[in-house]
Structure formats: structure tokens, C-alpha cells
């Protein structure tokens, strides 16, 4: 065996290696070399001896072949202990076969014998680096669990209450949902909360933002390609839902599908089947659909935009939700919740909100909804010197006002509202679209019952195109 050099140990970790060996010499060898690298070792010459040190091992190197229970029953065995232990196999270069198997039945890697000590510290740095993967990827799941819990997400009106309940109803199931409401009242929260309370919690969520995607790239980006499907494709790509198999897929703003997709998308709900662009071969999928829309889908069914049959295996469980304006009660929760959040990020000296600035934030009308209660609690932290928000910290966005139905109030005769012309009142309208609809001209022109061109051109004639 060849002498490595150098060290494949990383700051902070000391990690313990379980050498198993019957051979002596080797079993030396190979302790000193690992006690040289700052690992500290542990060795047994059986695998008997081995299961009772295991417990206190993060990773196990061991021979396949052993005096009494061999190496492949011992790896079964720790497979039951701890499923998360990574174990490397060393065996004769003849029966690399066996490790294969082994590695079948959940080994982490390989050492063909004769190995060099380079090949050694390789394999074990790799094999150590893979865990260590493995387990941040656990904590953030973990994390995100946590987060996405029913009690993390606040809601004390009977509206918000209805929909928690909702959401654990439908959670353990795979049923699919239709998430609707204004943007910015929390569909991808309430998405992400589905999806952590189902048994599909440790497998992947993948949101696709249908508003993001251009027309003639969407059928490659949720179903994937083959290698020459067209110019450029130099390789196979698996698609957004392969990505998300055995998980959830979110399907953001699906009303902006376009039709040639809708018919891809009714096939992936009925069938669970599709196939790649340029391919033929039909690849079964198994994935939980969970679609949101800020857009009035019976509306697009009636203008020809949106495929029926796709609306109703869509609309199994529809979920709407009310925009902050109905449910004022929960803002101050809400407006605590991100003040404290925003002055632990930013190292802000402010503890509490005064009771103006709360009414000045519980009389605005929030057409922006929860996410730009958010935006606003965080930019007005930026202006307090204090301890405490005061009302002239607080900078809302211009917006149209609204009354307590949401609606502008009118003037004195009930036409325009008071003070407001009928080009100023226009324009208010269509900023307040294009706040609701993200910037995305195609959303806030459904929103006003205009086309694209004649939003366009009222843009052009407020200087905003």
C-alpha cells in the first residue's frame, strides 16, 4: 500500500472510524493511517465484536469476508441498527461482484483489495462528505417542517381557521388542490404546509411559476428532453415533475399554461404518464399536484383559455383565500410575527409596534395582501431609530383608496371618487393591477378585462412601457 499525503479531515470534525479487519497487520495498518489523518478509531477482528462498537462509530470500514457472521450478514445488521451509518466494503479485486451486492444492500462504497492509502483517505473523505450531506439536508427538513407547521402560520379569524382545517383534511391524502386568492395572501405557504403534513413530507416540493417560464420553453422545463430534441439539447434533462417524483409539485399561476401544455398537464392528473420532448417512451410519474391561481379560471373557461376538463381535475379540493382586507383581525399577529423576524435579521433596537402605527397599518387596505404587509413592516424598520414603530416610520405604498369592502370610496353623487379624475382614477386601477399581478402584463390585463395590446398602449400613454 501506497502512503497518502496530506489530511482528508474538515475543521471541527472528529469523527470516529470502526475498522472491521481479521487480519492483524492490516487492521494495524489501516488504524494508524486513519489516527494519522485525526480520525479516531475504533477496530474489531470480528463482526460480533464489531455490531457492539458500532453504536458509537459514524462510519464503519469492514471486510466482507470474516471469521463466524460474515460481512455481508454484519452490513445487514448494522443496516438494521442504523440505516444512516455509511459502511465501505473492502474485498478481493476477484469478487468485486459481491460488493456490488453489497452496496445493493446499502453500503456506501467500495475498496477493491489491494488499495492504496490514497484511494483509502478518497473513498472515506467521500463517503464521510456524503453523510454530512445527508444529515444538513435532514436538519433543513427538518427546519422546513417546523416552519410550515399549522401553529407557525397565523390565522386567528374564522376565515383563516376554515382554511387550516382544510389543510389538514386534505394533507394526508393526494388529492389535488386548487389554491386561489389574490397574489400575496400566502398560496405557496399554504402549498408548502400540504405538503409537510402529508407522507410525502421527506420526499421533494417543486414549484414551477408558470408566469416565469416562456411559452415555447414550458413543455421542456415541466416534462424534460432528449438529447437532440432540439437545437441545443447536447444532453437528456429530466423535467420538473421527474424532478419532483414520489413529492408534491406546485403549480404556480396555472391559469398562464398555455393550451398546449393544459393537454400534457390533464394526461399527467388522469394517468400519471408523459413523456419527454422528442422522445416516445412513456415514463410513469408519481407525483401529489397542488396548483394556485390569482385569476378567475371560470372566466378563462368561458373565453375559450383555459381546457374545462383540465379545470375539473384541477378543482377536486378547491382552497380560497381571502385577501388581508377580509381578515384584519390577523394583522396585527402578522405585523408582530415580521417585526420580530426583520429586527433579528437586521439588528434593529425596535421591540414593539405603538398603538397608532398599528391602527395606521390596520386601517390601510393592503391590495398588495400579507406579502406587502411583509415588505412594509420590513422597509419601516429601516426608518426607527427607537424601541418603538411609530406611525411615521411606517411607509405604505400608493394605492387607490379602498373602503372596508375594498372597493374606492365614490364622491359626494357617487360617480368618480372624491377628488379624483377619470384619467387619474384609470391609472390608479392600472398600477394597482400590475401591483396584484407581479408586473406580469398578461395577469393584470385579464385583471382589468382588457388585451394585452390595450393595456399596453394605456402603459405607453402613462410613460410606463
Request: contains cysteine.
Amino acid at each position: 500500500m501506497g502512503r497518502g499525503n496530506g489530511t482528508i479531515m474538515k475543521a471541527g470534525m472528529t469523527p470516529r472510524v470502526l475498522i472491521v479487519e481479521d487480519e492483524e497487520k492490516l487492521r494495524r495498518v489501516l488504524s494508524l493511517h486513519l489516527e494519522s489523518r485525526g480520525f479516531e478509531v475504533s477496530a474489531a477482528a470480528t463482526a460480533e465484536e464489531a455490531l457492539r462498537l458500532a453504536p458509537q462509530a459514524q462510519l464503519v470500514l469492514t471486510d466482507l469476508r470474516l471469521p463466524g457472521m460474515d460481512g455481508m450478514a454484519m452490513l445487514e445488521s448494522l443496516q438494521r441498527l442504523n440505516a444512516r451509518l455509511p459502511v465501505i466494503v473492502m474485498t478481493a479485486f476477484s469478487s468485486v461482484e459481491t460488493a456490488v451486492e453489497a452496496m445493493k444492500k446499502g453500503a456506501a462504497d467500495f475498496l477493491p483489495k489491494p488499495f492504496s492509502l490514497d484511494h483509502l483517505d478518497a473513498v472515506v473523505g467521500k463517503a464521510l462528505e456524503v453523510q454530512q450531506l445527508r444529515e444538513e439536508n435532514t436538519r433543513l427538513r427538518e427546519e422546513l417542517g417546523h416552519r410550515y407547521r399549522l401553529e407557525n402560520i397565523i390565522g386567528t379569524g374564522p376565515k383563516m381557521q376554515e382554511i387550516l382545517a382544510a389543510v389538514m383534511r386534505v394533507a394526508p391524502t393526494r388529492t389535488t388542490v386548487l389554491l386561489c386568492g389574490e397574489s400575496g395572501v400566502g398560496k405557496d405557504l399554504i402549498a408548502r404546509a400540504i405538503h409537510f403534513h402529508s407522507p410525502r413530507a421527506s420526499q421533494p416540493f417543486v414549484k414551477i411559476n408558470c408566469t416565469t417560464i416562456p411559452e415555447n420553453l414550458m413543455e421542456s422545463e415541466l416534462f424534460g428532453y432528449e438529447k437532440g430534441a432540439f437545437t441545443g439539447a447536447v444532453a437528456a434533462r429530466p423535467g420538473k415533475f421527474e424532478q419532483a417524483d414520489k413529492g408534491t409539485v406546485f403549480l404556480d399561476e396555472i391559469g398562464d399554461v398555455p393550451p398546449s401544455v393544459q393537454v400534457k398537464l390533464l394526461r399527467v392528473l388522469q394517468d400519471r404518464e408523459f413523456e419527454r420532448l422528442g422522445s416516445n417512451r412513456t415514463r410513469q410519474i408519481d407525483v401529489r399536484v397542488i396548483a394556485a391561481t390569482n385569476a378567475d379560471l371560470r372566466r378563462a373557461l368561458e373565453e375559450g383559455n383555459f381546457r374545462e376538463d383540465l379545470y375539473y381535475r384541477l378543482n377536486v379540493f378547491p382552497i380560497t383565500i381571502p385577501p388581508l382586507r377580509e381578515r384584519r383581525e390577523d394583522i396585527p399577529l402578522l405585523a408582530e410575527r415580521f417585526l420580530r423576524r426583520f429586527a433579528a435579521e437586521t439588528g434593529s433596537r425596535v421591540t414593539e409596534i405603538s398603538p397608532e402605527a398599528m391602527r395606521k397599518l390596520m386601517e390601510y387596505h393592503w391590495p398588495g395582501n400579507v406579502r406587502e404587509l411583509e415588505n412594509v413592516i420590513e422597509r419601516s424598520l429601516l426608518y426607527a431609530d427607537g424601541t418603538v414603530l411609530a406611525p411615521g416610520h411606517i411607509r405604505l405604498d400608493y394605492a387607490p383608496r379602498r373602503n372596508a369592502n375594498g372597493q374606492a370610496p365614490a364622491s359626494a353623487d357617487g360617480f368618480l371618487p372624491e377628488g379624483v379624475t377619470l384619467e387619474q382614477y384609470e391609472q390608479q386601477l392600472i398600477r394597482e393591477a400590475l401591483r396584484r399581478a407581479g408586473g406580469n402584463k398578461s395577469q393584470a390585463a385579464r385583471l382589468l378585462g382588457l388585451t394585452r395590446n390595450a393595456l399596453r398602449y394605456r402603459l405607453s400613454q402613462m410613460g410606463l412601457e
